[in-house]
Nanobody, 119 residues
Framework: VQLVESGGGSVQPGGSLTLSCAAS???????MGWFRQAPGKAHEGIAG???????SYESSVKGRFTISKDNAKNTVYLQMNSLKDEDTAMYYC????????????????WGQGTQVTVS
C-alpha cells in the first residue's frame, strides 16, 4: 500500500486548499482518513470516509472541510475552506480496513504528509 499526498502550501486566513491522496496497492475498499499534526502536538484525526461512503469530521473542521473520493483515480481529497491560523499543520492521509475509529494508532498505512501553512 502506498499513499502519496499533495496539494499543500501557504494560504492566507479565509482561503482554501484542496489536498489529494493518491492510493495504490489497495485490494479492497478501505476506510480513508485525513490527519494532521501541528508542531509539538499529537496526530489528530480530522476526517474519515468509510467503505460505504459514510463521512465523519472532527468538530473543529466540520462545516469547513469536505472529504471525498474519486474511485476511478484511487484518490481521496480534502477540500479545506475558511482556513484559520490554527489549521497550520502537516497533513497526512492514512488507511485502515473500516472506519470504526479515527485513532491514529489504528491506521496502519500512512503517506509522507503535505504541509499546510495558514498565515
Amino acid at each position: 500500500v502506498q499513499l502519496v499526498e499533495s496539494g499543500g502550501g501557504s494560504v492566507q486566513p479565509g482561503g482554501s486548499l484542496t489536498l489529494s491522496c493518491a492510493a495504490s496497492g489497495l485490494t479492497a475498499s478501505r476506510c480513508m482518513g485525513w490527519f494532521r499534526q501541528a508542531p509539538g502536538k499529537a496526530h489528530e484525526g480530522i476526517a474519515g470516509l468509510g467503505v460505504l461512503g459514510e463521512k465523519s469530521y472532527e468538530s473543529s473542521v466540520k462545516g469547513r472541510f469536505t472529504i471525498s473520493k474519486d474511485n476511478a483515480k484511487n484518490t481521496v481529497y480534502l477540500q479545506m475552506n475558511s482556513l484559520k491560523d490554527e489549521d497550520t499543520a502537516m497533513y497526512y492521509c492514512a488507511t485502515r480496513r473500516y472506519c470504526t475509529t479515527m485513532s491514529p494508532a489504528a491506521f496502519g498505512y500512512w503517506g509522507q504528509g503535505t504541509q499546510v501553512t495558514v498565515s
